[in-house]
């Protein structure tokens, strides 16, 4: 079946530093989201792509969607102690309901 | 406000017990869906629903049945316990929207089930 990989796993900065991650599908995505989860929370909606090589901002957050609709990226400009939390990417199936979920980079932040 | 309210933050239960779990949403939401989250696997989905009476398998349905009697209520049931179902359960609802667009989702609190 479909998967969507994200990395990396892990990645632990110094405060004011930049942050990537990136997630990849196996197969073409309808669109693409972004989801935030704090430590002991639940996930919350950031965004939703869905052109081919869409680019979206939120302050510090810059969104791409790879030209080829399988890939995307998420980076976060000088981080703050508040990004601190689980990013996960989740694609959707071509015409369907199913949101396929990355395996999520979990980011800490050393003030 | 929007929210999806699921019965138990803990639960503790016995290999072989029959295990339900609740959401309800008051956002009138078509769309439900129970993921389990597990460290390093993301979130795999279960079961959804579009419908009141409808539902979908998703990636993992195996040990699980789901029911959707009203709009508002989707229960997740785990006819027989097993330690590998140990996880962090989470309900999720959304509106549905005309493809290829997507509504977001809105997660519960999730609960964290523990099978002995």
């Known amino acids: 079946g479909q998967q969507v990989m994200q990395i990396p796993q892990y990645q632990h900065v110094q405060e004011g530093e930049d942050f990537t991650t990136y997630c990849n599908s196996s197969?073409?995505?309808?669109?693409i989201q972004w989801y935030k989860q704090r430590p002991g929370g639940h996930p919350v909606f950031l965004i939703q792509l869905v052109k081919s090589g869409e680019v979206k901002k939120q302050k510090r957050l810059t969104f791409q969607f790879g030209e080829a609709k399988k890939n995307s990226s998420l980076h976060i400009t000088a981080t703050q102690t508040t990004d601190v939390g689980t990013y996960f990417c989740?694609?959707?199936?071509?015409?369907?309901?199913?949101?396929?979920f990355g395996s999520g980079t979990r980011l800490l932040v050393r003030p | 406000d929007v929210k999806v309210t699921q019965s138990s933050r803990y639960l503790v239960k016995r290999t072989g017990e029959k295990v339900f779990l609740e959401c309800v949403q008051d956002?009138?939401?078509?769309?439900m869906f129970w993921y389990r989250q597990d460290p390093g696997l993301g979130l795999r989905l279960i079961y959804f629903s579009y419908d009141v009476k409808m539902k979908e398998k998703g990636d993992i349905p195996e040990g699980y049945s789901v029911s959707r009697e009203k709009k508002e209520r989707f229960s997740l049931i785990l006819e027989s316990a097993s330690t590998n179902q140990t996880s962090m359960y989470l309900c999720a609802s959304s509106f549905p929207v005309q493809f290829p667009l997507n509504e977001k989702l809105f997660f519960g609190s999730g609960t964290q089930l523990s099978v002995l």
């Open positions: 197969t073409t995505l309808s669109n």
């Open positions: 989740a694609g959707f199936r071509d015409s369907s309901y199913k949101l396929i």
């Open positions: 956002m009138d939401h078509e769309n």
